[in-house]
């Protein structure tokens, strides 16, 4: 080949380089991921703080005693449930400081729902201030992902033993993968092996990501579908050998349902 086949190619292999990372938009759109050329991924779910940010929103456009504010307010009850001493968590999970990066959770399907169009309408207007409005897709929307994209998250944990073995490194062997509940009475682990250091939730970027960098596809909260009322994915109650790839219906909200937002673009005119 002569030296400037060999340039042409370089040139050939730099353009199409350059074209492959022009899209990917997930420096401009916040939290996601890419996962296929048309549909983005949350990083982890949907947290405290996200949602704190939400109601402060509301409560600003709306007052803190009008329906719009009340509507989207988390029931903070999910958590006093019989047999169990989780009074605390009612009062300060959504709150306090220190579960600012934990998944919300009391969220319905609704509220879930219209997080998801009022994120789509804060990112526009973000990216509108900041100049940066001409760099993202020209369309793009938040919203809750369907079962065949979760199914498509799920793919590559599913079969992954519950503990880490061999393969792991040696600091992480023996520990679980996944926040979720080994046996009755076992939600932590046995005393000076808490090997899964947490009761209920756990911060959202914490366990190992799937193989698109994704945090707890399997366990912590069990995750909101676009499908009405149906959650998927085990959560932080859920026994270890249960099978979390079946969706389930929940009218209403609980302390082991939350979510995340998928962002679906288009880069040109229909």
């Excluded at 979760?150 to 992954?160: E, H, Q, R």
Aim: aromatic letters at 14%; glycine letters at 6%; proline letters at 4%.
């Amino acid at each position: 080949m002569k030296i400037s086949q060999y340039i042409l190619l370089a040139c050939w292999v730099f353009l199409l380089s350059a074209a492959q990372k022009e899209t990917d938009f997930s420096k401009i759109l916040p939290g996601v991921l890419k996962v296929t050329e048309n549909v983005y991924y949350d990083e982890v779910e949907v947290t405290n703080l996200y949602w704190l940010e939400y109601l402060y929103w509301t409560k600003k456009e709306f007052g803190d005693g009008s329906s719009e504010y009340m509507k989207v307010y988390p029931d903070t009850n999910v958590w006093k449930e019989k047999l169990s001493y989780n009074l605390p968590y009612a009062k300060y999970y959504l709150r306090h400081e220190a579960y600012r990066s934990y998944p919300v959770v009391g969220v319905s399907w609704e509220q879930a729902r219209d997080y998801c169009t009022w994120r789509t309408a804060r990112v526009k207007e973000a990216l509108e201030e900041q100049g940066k409005r001409d760099k993202a897709p020209l369309y793009f929307e938040y919203r809750l992902p369907t079962l065949a994209e979760w199914n498509m998250m799920y793919a590559s944990v599913k079969d992954l033993p519950i503990r880490i073995g061999e393969e792991g490194k040696a600091k992480f062997q023996g520990l679980y993968r996944f926040n979720m509940k080994r046996g009755q009475g076992d939600s932590m682990g046995v005393a000076g092996k808490l090997n899964d250091n947490a009761d209920v939730t756990a911060p959202t970027k914490s366990y190992w990501p799937n193989d698109f960098g994704l945090y707890n596809i399997k366990g912590n909260v069990s995750e909101w579908l676009m499908d009405e009322n149906k959650h998927v994915g085990g959560a932080w109650n859920t026994l270890m050998d249960d099978d979390v790839s079946t969706p389930i219906e929940l009218y209403g909200s609980a302390a082991n349902v939350g979510f995340r937002c998928v962002c679906e673009i288009a880069t040109e005119a229909p």
